[in-house]
């Protein structure tokens, strides 16, 4: 079995929506969220991702 897919959520999309979107792959994927919103918390959430979900609020 494959490790699953990272998934970094940032904000605004709430956390409830993301982890529906990814429901369906079940174990495949780990949809995570940043601890913190700071470069620091960003930069450490970034270090285990494999797929990001971008912040378009600008």
């Keep these: 079995m494959t490790a699953p897919w990272r998934i970094l959520s ?3 999309i709430a956390d409830e929506i993301v982890q529906g979107l ?3 792959l079940g ?3 780990e949809v995570t969220f ?3 919103r700071d470069r620091a918390g960003l ?3 970034l270090a285990g991702a494999d797929l990001v979900i971008g912040d378009f609020t600008g």
């Design 10 to 12: 940032l904000p605004p």
């Design 22 to 24: 990814f429901a369906p």
């Design 27 to 29: 174990d495949a994927a």
């Design 34 to 36: 940043p601890q913190a």
């Design 43 to 45: 930069l450490a959430a």
